[in-house]
C-alpha cells in the first residue's frame, strides 16, 4: 500500500517530522478504528504434483 499524503503546516522551520509521525498515527488509528488490516507480504510456491518433480543440485561456483 502506498498512500500519498499532503497537508499543510504552519511552522516548517521546526522540521514536519513530528506532524508527519503525528499524522501516520492517525491515518493507523482510523484504520484500525475501521477493522482494515494491513496484511504482511506473502509469497507462496504452488508445486504441480500431478507428475514427479525433477530435481537437480548444482556445484557451488568458486568464489
Not at 497537508?7 to 503525528?22: A, L, R, T
Not at 525433477?54 to 556445484?59: F, G, Q, R, Y
Request: charged share 30%.
Amino acid at each position: 500500500m502506498d498512500l500519498d499524503l499532503r497537508f499543510w503546516i504552519d511552522d516548517p522551520k521546526n522540521g514536519i517530522g513530528n506532524v508527519k509521525s503525528e499524522i501516520l498515527v492517525k491515518v493507523w488509528d482510523k484504520f484500525h478504528e475501521h477493522g482494515i488490516q494491513i496484511p504482511f507480504p506473502q509469497r507462496d510456491v504452488h508445486l504441480d504434483t500431478s507428475e514427479p518433480l525433477a530435481v537437480s543440485l548444482a556445484e557451488k561456483p568458486p568464489e
